[in-house]
């Protein structure tokens, strides 16, 4: 889902992996709404009703390696270490600050959770996860809540949460979604549905949604817009 929509729309990762920053998004660009994190990250872990591929797993070690996705990896032949604008390496230092009961915004920092209201509190009937920012005007961002469904909530949309590396066709991943809405968290927009990219608004059921495991090149430069 895309951030909250009483905010304006931040910018987009680009479709075809153009490192021009004037290909960077599929968006009008306007350099007044490009929303980053002007600080290291802390995130913060609600594991309330967590989904059964979440609770057998390592839920904080895997969306820390999420991060690390976004923020680490290169895009347009530079090492992200060597253009890095917040920590060293990558282009922005995160970091887990611990769980938390927190079931909204939290000031300076990122919040993962889940929801058995998904429809609610997503708005839409189909979104399986949804990430609401708040940034101010000339950039910084504020806060990031990140909303994914329970396995009760997952059920209303026909597909299920899954980690295997050969999934079904009505098997959604868990690691590809998160990516996704990390993405969101960090500033991204959506990119065109058929960009192949990682914030395609829609992320494949079945093995066809793996590819969306790591970001594309259009993601991360798109990212490179935002932090560099």
């Given at each position: 889902?895309p951030?909250?929509?009483?905010?304006?729309?931040?910018?987009?990762?680009n479709?075809?992996?153009?490192?021009?920053?004037?290909?960077?998004?599929?968006?009008?660009?306007?350099?007044?709404?490009k929303?980053?994190w002007?600080?290291?990250?802390?995130?913060?872990?609600?594991?309330?009703?967590?989904?059964?591929?979440?609770?057998?797993?390592?839920?904080?070690?895997?969306?820390?390696?999420?991060l690390?996705?976004?923020?680490?990896?290169?895009?347009?032949?530079?090492?992200?270490?060597?253009?890095?604008?917040?920590?060293?390496?990558?282009?922005?230092?995160?970091?887990?600050?611990?769980?938390t009961?927190d079931?909204?915004?939290?000031?300076?920092a990122?919040?993962?959770?889940?929801?058995?209201?998904?429809?609610?509190?997503?708005?839409?009937?189909?979104?399986?996860?949804?990430?609401?920012?708040?940034?101010?005007?000339?950039?910084?961002?504020?806060?990031?809540?990140?909303?994914?469904?329970?396995?009760?909530?997952?059920?209303?949309?026909?597909?299920?949460?899954?980690?295997?590396?050969?999934?079904?066709?009505?098997?959604?991943?868990?690691?590809?979604?998160?990516?996704?809405?990390?993405?969101?968290?960090?500033?991204?927009?959506?990119?065109?549905?058929?960009?192949?990219?990682?914030?395609?608004?829609?992320?494949?059921?079945?093995?066809?949604?793996?590819?969306?495991?790591?970001?594309?090149?259009?993601?991360?430069a798109?990212?490179?817009?935002?932090?560099?």
């Amino acid at each position: 889902m895309p951030p909250d929509p009483s905010v304006p729309t931040p910018v987009g990762s680009n479709v075809d992996g153009a490192c021009s920053p004037s290909h960077a998004t599929d968006f009008s660009f306007n350099a007044a709404y490009k929303p980053a994190w002007k600080h290291p990250l802390p995130w913060f872990y609600n594991p309330a009703n967590q989904p059964a591929v979440a609770h057998a797993g390592d839920p904080r070690g895997l969306f820390g390696n999420i991060l690390a996705g976004w923020t680490h990896q290169t895009a347009c032949g530079v090492d992200p270490a060597a253009q890095s604008v917040l920590g060293t390496p990558g282009l922005l230092a995160t970091a887990y600050a611990g769980d938390t009961q927190d079931v909204g915004y939290r000031d300076q920092a990122l919040v993962v959770r889940y929801a058995d209201n998904a429809t609610t509190v997503c708005g839409d009937v189909a979104a399986v996860g949804c990430t609401f920012t708040r940034f101010y005007v000339n950039g910084p961002m504020i806060s990031a809540d990140l909303v994914m469904r329970t396995d009760a909530a997952m059920r209303e949309t026909g597909v299920r949460w899954s980690t295997s590396d050969t999934p079904g066709p009505w098997d959604l991943d868990f690691q590809a979604t998160l990516m996704h809405e990390a993405g969101h968290a960090l500033g991204l927009s959506h990119t065109s549905e058929n960009s192949g990219q990682t914030m395609s608004p829609v992320i494949q059921a079945g093995a066809a949604g793996l590819a969306s495991r790591s970001p594309g090149a259009g993601d991360l430069a798109g990212r490179d817009v935002l932090y560099q």
